[in-house]
């Protein structure tokens, strides 16, 4: 199977289900040792790793652009905007097409596990640190049983000037 | 009463009859005793009043009323048209245009009454014939009334009904159900009859199912018929309530209906053959009288203006024969423009596909072939909807030039051709800016004052031209004028001035380069600043948009003589033919128009000039860019040979070093998104054949 399609419905049957304490879905992904969620509401789709056509003079980032179903999408790296070493492709790597203001946006991570359902009260906020550069793209951690998730900020990932 | 729906029509009738007003009122003042104008105008008025009523708009509805009556005056010869009086009018359309725009982003009017307006027309009005003003109103009503009494005969009986309507009929009197024969007439100040018609057919089949329509539905849908239709109608109702449904829609004049005795319809012949032919002419025969009936309708308003030339139309008698346009939805053609991209990305994968297995057989390059002119008819025939003339844009021109002309108190003339030239909807959308920027500057900068140019032994009377031609794939557009010219050594002074340049850099520049200074932000000669330009906002704003449209503006002047603007814009932007290269593994596509020629050059043919690289190509230096340093790659070239591709823009020409040729393509330009921003001579990406993403090289960029 070559994609992973998202339903957003079934973020919105599952808020119907329970509509006193929010819950909320994350996508679980993998980057080095580390376990990091993404709101599976700015997920668009999921799509095995292909070959990223090279955009000269941007940011080092900025791998390049791929054709998603007839549409040149920019395609970041998440290890090298987090400050982590870069990227090795393996047969997990994945690219993560999220949804945002501008247009759609492919991230590059080393694993896509699972997608886990965290109520508000497994939830704990977190501010922004500046000093550490991986922090500052973290908005809260969530517990799933015995695991932390660190729960990433979209609106820092999508971010051009976060370098 | 929801009419939502007609905004849209509405919209764009309006703005329609306004332009042609414009147009019309132009013509007026240099030619005020010219019946044709005075009769066009009070028609356009009259259709802006009835539409503007219709959607409900009262404060529109008000200042056209009060329009429509200064022009009736007009046209009966008892107000002359002044000068003054032009600029009332033309301030009233102003008001009409915010008014339109208002509706356009909030679908309401607005709250300005525009009194001082409407006080205005009165006055003009009343200072020439006070009580004269209720003269044509009055005359209508009486007209209306009796061509109203006169239709409503009965005329259901005079349908043709074949044998299938009859069946139909019979049976449903069989089950109980009730038939009519009904007579709607539309009152005649209506507008968009075609849809008070659809309410009451929509009314009725809600209740009831309507048998036969004279004229058919779709003819009332497309507006061909007078003002009245008659319905053959089956309802389990009331004749009352049916008739009551029909007079709910507003503007609806009348409605006659009775009972239908199938014995009484002319062609009733119970189980008889039906001669098609004879229907025919009944239903002409039946037309014949109500065309008769309106214009005797329409004799009686003439009368009175009868002094002021018997060739009166009857106002805002359906829609104007002029400019039947199709109006599409720009949306509906992205998407068609969307599938016809995805077509050639198909055709380019089969063309790859065939690439790879040469031992096919001919019937599939047949195929190929036959694939590939049908996407080129598609493609064609698509970018023909999508093309609109420039018309729409530079219709304006003639009155802005008017109010400059005022303003700037100079005297001056706008000689336009080609207004029929076509471009792509985006391009002609974007286009009107620049342009007016251009004429203004042409007005304020360009021609001199009266007294000099009659020193100088010109016109005193200013032109400013503005032509518009196609030249194979691109569009230009020049605007000329005979004024002054542009002074480069008051450009130049001015330059030194800011800093822009030193005076050492002054002196070695060329004429040209000297004008592109002109290009700079905030860069204005203009003496004094005024209203109309001046404020150095403009020729970098002009450049930055035509290059954004992938066009280009060049500037020729002879001081003295005058100036041309040219802008050249390509005709479509979607889909280009490009040359695929490869550079250090990677592919780019390369605009082919951009492309003069390719050569194969030596490397040791290269020189160097002030640390440049150049070769010296049949008498001609060129300057070579080297694309892998250009794009930061490892190029994969190692012969002694390289691969040139020699661009142009304008009068610059550059050599590109490139790894590999691939060949032509014909490409689907896609953007890149907002979020990549940084490089510059990237203009879009394209979906090669394999998939893969290829980025296009804008060659204007690197010159």
């Not at chain 1, 040792?33 to 940011?59: A, F, H, S």
């Not at chain 2, 207004?419 to 304020?444: C, Q, Y």
Request: net charge negative; aromatic share 4%; glycine share 6%.
């Amino acid at each position: 199977m070559d994609q992973v399609a998202v339903s957003s419905g079934e973020v919105k049957s599952s808020k119907r289900n329970v509509p006193a304490a929010v819950r909320l879905q994350y996508i679980v992904i993998k980057m080095g040792d580390e376990q990091y969620g993404i709101d599976i509401r700015y997920v668009d789709n999921i799509v095995r790793m292909q070959n990223i056509t090279r955009v000269p003079k941007v940011q080092a980032y900025l791998k390049g652009v791929i054709n998603l179903r007839g549409e040149v999408i920019p395609v970041v790296s998440l290890r090298l905007k987090m400050g982590l070493p870069a990227d090795e492709y393996t047969k997990n790597t994945r690219i993560i097409i999220l949804k945002t203001e501008t247009g759609n946006l492919g991230i590059i991570v080393d694993e896509v596990r699972e997608v886990v359902t965290l109520g508000e009260e497994s939830i704990e906020k977190m501010a922004h640190e500046p000093k550490d550069s991986k922090a500052s793209f973290v908005n809260g951690i969530g517990k799933n049983g015995g695991e932390l998730i660190s729960l990433l900020d979209r609106n820092a990932i999508t971010l051009e000037s976060n370098v | 009463m929801d009419v939502s729906q007609y905004l849209e029509i509405f919209l764009d009738e309006t703005k329609e009859h306004l332009q042609n007003l414009n147009t019309q009122i132009l013509d007026l003042e240099a030619d005020s005793e010219n019946m044709d104008t005075i009769n066009e105008i009070f028609r356009a008025a009259h259709s802006l009043k009835g539409m503007a009523g219709t959607m409900g708009y009262k404060r529109m509805q008000n200042l056209t009323h009060d329009m429509e009556n200064v022009f009736s005056e007009v046209r009966n010869g008892n107000i002359k048209v002044q000068p003054e009086m032009i600029d009332v009018l033309f301030q009233c359309l102003d008001a009409l245009e915010e008014y339109t725009n208002n509706i356009q982003q909030t679908a309401d009017e607005g709250t300005n009454d525009n009194e001082p307006l409407i006080k205005m027309l009165n006055d003009i009005l009343n200072k020439e014939s006070g009580k004269k003003e209720e003269a044509p109103a009055a005359a209508e009503k009486p007209q209306e009334a009796s061509a109203g009494g006169a239709e409503g005969d009965k005329k259901w009986n005079e349908i043709a009904l074949d044998d299938s309507q009859i069946h139909v009929i019979e049976e449903a009197k069989k089950g109980g159900q009730k038939v009519y024969g009904l007579n709607v007439t539309i009152q005649e100040s209506c507008i968009l009859k075609a849809a008070r018609a659809f309410l009451v057919f929509k009314a009725i089949e809600e209740n009831g199912e309507i048998i036969v329509s004279n004229p058919s539905a779709q003819d009332v849908e497309d507006e061909k018929f007078d003002r009245d239709f008659t319905l053959i109608v089956i309802s389990e109702l009331e004749l009352n309530d049916v008739i009551k449904l029909a007079t709910d829609v507003s503007e609806i004049e009348s409605v006659v209906g009775e009972q239908l005795v199938l014995e009484n319809t002319k062609n009733y012949r119970p189980l008889e053959e039906e001669e098609p032919a004879e229907a025919a002419a009944e239903a002409e025969e039946k037309a014949k009288p109500v065309v008769v009936e309106e214009k005797k309708a329409q004799q009686t308003t003439t009368a009175p203006a009868a002094k002021s030339g018997g060739n009166d139309k009857k106002p805002a008698s359906g829609k104007p024969v002029v400019n039947r346009t199709v109006r599409v939805d720009i949306e509906k053609l992205d998407v068609l423009m969307n599938l016809v991209s995805e077509l050639i990305i198909a055709k380019n994968s089969l063309v790859s596909a065939s690439g790879l297995e040469q031992n096919n057989s001919s019937g599939f390059n047949e195929q190929i072939e036959y694939l590939e002119s049908v996407t080129t008819n598609l493609h064609e025939s698509v970018m023909k909807v999508r093309m609109v003339p420039i018309e729409s844009v530079v219709n304006k021109f003639p009155r802005m030039i008017r109010d400059l002309s005022k303003t700037l108190n100079k005297k001056m003339e706008l000689y336009m051709t080609g207004e029929e030239t076509e471009l792509d909807r985006t391009v002609v959308d974007e286009i009107g800016d620049p342009l007016m920027h251009l004429l203004r500057n042409s007005a304020d900068h360009g021609l001199e004052d009266a007294e000099l140019r009659k020193q100088r032994g010109k016109n005193p009377v200013g032109s400013i031209f503005l032509d518009a031609y196609q030249d194979g794939n691109n569009v230009v557009i020049e605007v000329r004028d005979d004024g002054n010219g542009i002074d480069t050594e008051a450009v130049k002074q001015k330059a030194i001035e800011r800093g822009t340049i030193t005076a050492e850099q002054a002196e070695n520049m060329s004429e040209k380069e000297i004008i592109d200074l002109l290009f700079l932000p905030s860069f204005s000669t203009a003496k004094k600043v005024t209203d109309v330009s001046g404020r150095g906002v403009g020729l970098d704003v002009v450049k930055s948009k035509i290059e954004s449209l992938s066009g280009e503006v060049e500037v020729k002047s002879k001081l003295g003589e005058g100036s041309t603007w040219t802008i050249r814009l390509p005709l479509t932007l979607a889909i280009i033919q490009t040359l695929m290269v490869v550079v250090g593994g990677e592919k780019y596509a390369i605009s082919l128009g951009s492309i003069q020629t390719i050569e194969n050059v030596m490397a040791s043919d290269i020189k160097l000039v002030e640390n440049k690289e150049v070769i010296n190509l049949r008498g001609m230096v060129i300057p070579l860019i080297r694309m892998n340093e250009l794009l930061d790659i490892e190029s994969k070239n190692t012969d002694d040979s390289l691969i040139v591709v020699i661009v142009k823009k304008g009068d610059k020409t550059a050599g590109l070093i490139v790894d590999d040729l691939i060949g032509q393509q014909e490409i689907v330009i896609k953007s890149l998104g907002s979020y990549i921003k940084q490089c510059k001579f990237i203009s879009g990406a394209t979906i090669l054949g394999d998939g893969e993403v290829a980025l296009i090289l804008d060659a204007n960029a690197l010159l």
